[in-house]
């Protein structure tokens, strides 16, 4: 600790009895009517209080992606706390020269210069220098910021005896405390100089797109200009005040020439270039980020994620004061890919939106995020427009809406169920064309929950009725099939197994755990889906979605912040849900749609076309693309459609989602080298019985040929253009009618 100049009682007297009179003389009309004396302000200044306590100066908190580069700001106040060593030296004095020339000749009250700014300011008829020393206004600055509500700040900044008197007794207090090179140190982080810049070098940023430590002597003598009055000279406002800006620069050069800094020849010819003042922006929060829903996820993260502070008030507070960096996970590679692969099929205008999030198996960081509108309000307000403030990848708690029905994704749930539960790829049965759940559906707290008023058919597209495995079940995503297929493995364990694997509702309110369960009756956000998928990328190891990877804090200790994962499913029911997932790009509803490398995925299209969606992964990355009307899904559902300048008579999984997805995951991926997914164990799950399903395939594959030249199909079709339908028809209806009578007889056997 280094103590200031020395000064003697009653030199002290001295000051502190003179400082007193002159802050009457300026402030109150009388000294007695407040009832102090000479030898009460004595005891005052002679009985030191120790030096105010300061609290750590509010700072920006800074988002790095995961190369380094800065895309987002927090801040309440534009600050960034630089050392003394790191401020251009022709700074330090133009602040010393206008604001307090006898700095370091003073311990905390100069009386000479008080004399000096009275007489100034008396005849210019204004403020034109300072009468407190720097000290003095680095304690009224300090009390400003340590007041906790406005009536405190008020009374920190109020002009009377008794405030004066605490600055000073503060001041001298400092003065003993502190080094001179401390206490400008302090002042110069501290001083509002406008513009929304508090410290130096965040003005100097600011002002001039330069740091503190490169400012010139124009530069430094406006900075120290602005600092008497900043909102009075804020550059950022009006010409009015950029003018009232140039004068007390012109101000300050004088002075610096006054007080040996620099000459009147330098003074001069400074004072005729203009302030070339080039205002940096220095946006805060996420609006107006490169990466707004990324950016706001991490804000609601730090908001309410215990690992950064045991209380929501305590972790307010900790953001509001920054001065942190965090290294999120985002990486602008993937970021790109995802919006471009959006923005190119969805426009911001359309009602209906499309959002993406990406995640990495086995660490479960969040790679991307984004969507088809732009983060923000619209003009006026308005509820539909090119902008929304929802983080739509995510749910409520970071920021986001109530979700879309995840649809048919949810099947791949009561598939690693059954999986785990002994169910091989060749093992089905033969389904109906409709089911209703009437009996044998019970949820996790043992409540039967069947619904026999409620009939069951497949999505358009999406299959029909007659034998599948649990293969082609998957591929052609069967609802029947899949309603079955949780009614055999039991409906509680399909939802443990989805919570197992992150699934939660988008709202926050617990899964609804009905027959369509499966059929993905839950509304989702992109991020909890992918998460989800991503683990069964990583083997069955399932992470929290993470999107900060590090955190320096102001002192400059580091946090490391590690994945929180554990083993969900077994690593053989992993291996064996990719295996056949993989399939439903080769055999399924994405067949033709590859990335040309190991994937797999699971389409989803809601009864109704209400949603749909794409979940998808490889070994190294995971994306969940979500499709719905942002006016809500159930009043206008995705059919008879103009998205993106296409039209569409409905919209499913495979449609629009899927090719999101493709575009997306191929440009992520473009300089990542592919990995393979690990083979099944098909001792233990291949092999299986489907009655009637190889049967139904030879007739599929004479279907196919019948269809080519020469074939079949195109002798009958020839047939029906010369109206011999009769054996076209008649052959369809014996299959159908087949169909239902093994089925029948098979149910049979099987109850």
């Known amino acids: 600790m280094r103590r200031g100049p020395a000064v003697c009682l009653p030199a002290l007297l001295a000051c502190g009895v003179l400082g007193g009179l002159l802050a009457a003389a300026t402030l109150l009309p009388v000294v007695g009517s407040v009832g102090i004396t000479t030898n009460s302000v004595a005891r005052t200044l002679t009985d030191l209080p120790p030096s105010p306590h300061e609290n750590p100066l509010q700072q920006r908190t800074v988002l790095l992606d995961r190369n380094g580069k800065q895309f987002a700001q927090f801040y309440t106040e534009n600050r960034t706390i630089v050392p003394l060593r ?61 007041a906790q509500t406005s009536a405190e700040r008020a009374q920190a900044r109020a002009p009377s005896l008794k405030r004066k008197i605490i ?128 950016c706001l996820y991490v804000h609601k993260e730090l908001l309410n994620n215990p690992v950064f502070g045991n209380t929501r008030a305590e972790r307010e507070r900790r953001l509001a004061k920054g001065g942190a960096v965090l290294r999120t996970t985002l990486d602008p590679v993937a970021q790109r890919a995802a919006q471009r692969a959006i923005s190119s099929r969805v426009g911001a205008d359309d009602t209906e939106v499309a959002a993406e999030a990406m995640i990495e198996p086995g660490t479960g960081r969040i790679r991307a995020m984004a969507a088809s509108k732009k983060y923000g309000r619209n003009s006026g307000n308005t509820n539909n427009g090119p902008r929304t403030t929802y983080n739509l990848p995510a749910d409520v708690a ?40 009437g009996s044998g559906f019970t949820d996790c707290r043992g409540h039967k929950v069947n619904d ?44 443990k197994t989805a919570k197992a694997l992150g699934i939660a509702r988008a709202d926050g309110t617990p899964l609804r755990e009905v027959p369509t369960f499966t059929l993905g009756a839950n509304e989702m956000d992109p991020v909890t889906v992918a998460g989800a998928f991503a683990a069964f990328g990583a083997r069955g190891r399932y992470c929290r979605p ?22 969900a499913i077994d690593r053989g ?38 949603s749909a969606w794409f979940a998808g992964y490889t070994p190294d990355l995971a994306a969940a693309v979500s499709l719905g009307d942002i006016r809500g899904s159930y009043r206008y559902p995705l059919r008879d459609v103009e998205i993106g300048g296409e039209y569409y008579g409905e919209v499913q999984g495979a449609s629009l989602p899927g090719p999101i997805w493709v575009s997306s995951m191929s440009a992520a991926l473009r300089d990542v080298p592919p990995s393979s997914f690990h083979h099944p164990d098909m001792g233990r799950f291949g092999g299986g019985h489907t009655p009637g399903l190889e049967k139904d395939e030879k007739e599929e594959k004479a279907e196919e040929a019948s269809r080519r030249p020469g074939g079949r199909f195109a002798r009958e079709r020839r047939a029906v253009e010369r109206g011999t339908y009769r054996r076209y028809r008649d052959h369809f209806r014996a299959r159908e009618h087949r169909r239902h009578h093994e089925w029948r007889r098979w149910m049979r056997e099987w109850w």
């Open 546 to 567: 993470m999107a900060i990877s590090d955190i320096v804090e102001r002192n400059g200790r580091r946090i490391q912040v590690s994945p929180s994962c554990n083993q």
């Open 398 to 437: 970071h920021g986001g809406g109530q979700g879309f029905q995840a649809g048919s994704t949810f099947k791949v749930f009561t598939l690693a169920t059954a999986l785990s539960r002994g169910w091989r790829f060749d093992q089905g049965y033969l389904t109906p064309g409709s089911f209703v759940p």
């Open 167 to 294: 600055e000073l007794r503060y001041a001298l207090a400092m003065e003993k405390k502190y080094s001179k090179a401390e206490i400008l140190e302090r002042y110069l982080n501290i001083a509002y100089f406008g513009a929304g810049a508090f410290g130096v070098e965040a003005a100097a940023q600011r002002f001039f797109s330069v740091p503190a430590a490169k400012l010139s002597l124009r530069q430094a003598a406006t900075l120290a200009g602005a600092v008497r009055t900043p909102y009075a000279t804020d550059p950022s406002l009006d010409t009015q005040r950029r003018k009232r800006l140039r004068e007390r620069r012109d101000i300050v050069l004088d002075r610096m020439a006054q007080v040996g800094n620099i000459t009147q020849a330098k003074a001069d010819a400074t004072k005729k270039a203009p302030l070339r003042i080039r205002l940096k922006p220095e946006p805060g929060g996420c609006a107006e980020s490169a990466y707004p829903y990324f």
């Open 573 to 610: 029911v992993a291996d064996a849900v990719n295996h056949i997932l993989s399939g439903v790009f080769t055999k399924g509803t994405m067949t033709g749609q590859g990335i040309d490398r190991d994937a797999a995925g699971k389409t989803g299209t809601n009864n109704g076309y209400t």
């Open 452 to 495: 026999p008023d409620t009939e069951i058919f497949n999505a358009g597209g999406e299959g029909s009725g007659g034998p599948y495995s649990l293969s082609t079940g998957t591929w052609k995503s069967v609802n029947i099939f899949y309603m079955m297929l949780e009614q055999r493995v039991g409906l509680c364990r399909v939802v």
């Open 86 to 146: 790191k401020v251009a030296p022709v700074m330090r004095q133009a602040i010393v020269a206008i604001e307090d020339s006898r700095f370091y000749e003073h311990a905390g009250l100069d009386i000479k210069g008080t004399l000096r700014a009275l007489v100034t300011n008396a005849q210019a008829g204004g403020v034109r220098q300072g009468g407190s020393s720097l000290t003095q206004q680095l304690v009224k600055n300090i009390l400003v910021e340590n």
